[in-house]
Nanobody, 115 residues
Framework: QVLLAESGGGLVQAGGSLRLSCAAS????????MGWYRQAPGKQRDLVATVTSGGRTNYADSVKGRFTISRDNAKNTVYLQMNSLKPEDTAVYYC?????????WGRGTQVTVSS
């Protein structure tokens, strides 16, 4: 079993920045993928960015150039640095882990960007 603990959401004005963190604990496999997804009200949950334990990253087109995903393997923690935030980035952001036989979701953290 893998548990995820997210932090860092909040309210920010358009153009501002936020940093999300997600720490994984439990049965962590050395080869894994961690990432962030988001879900706005009335919409499906969509990929934001992922990073493998080897450092390979993948981003949604809508956040390329504005968001940066990174990780600290020693701490089993993934980060999402969000810059130049837009009102359309408003959503609940969920951390995700996939490794070995385990997949896990965090509880989500609200990000609200005011115009």
């Amino acid at each position: 079993q893998v548990l995820l603990a997210e932090s860092g959401g909040g309210l920010v004005q358009a153009g501002g920045s936020l940093r999300l963190s997600c720490a994984a604990s439990g049965s962590i496999f050395s080869m894994n993928v961690m990432g962030w997804y988001r879900q706005a009200p009335g919409k499906q949950r969509d990929l934001v960015a992922t990073v493998t334990s080897g450092g390979r990253t993948n981003y949604a087109d809508s956040v390329k150039g504005r968001f940066t995903i990174s990780r600290d393997n020693a701490k089993n923690t993934v980060y999402l640095q969000m810059n130049s935030l837009k009102p359309e980035d408003t959503a609940v952001y969920y951390c995700n882990y996939q490794g070995g036989p385990y997949a896990a979701w965090g509880r989500g953290t609200q990000v609200t960007v005011s115009s």
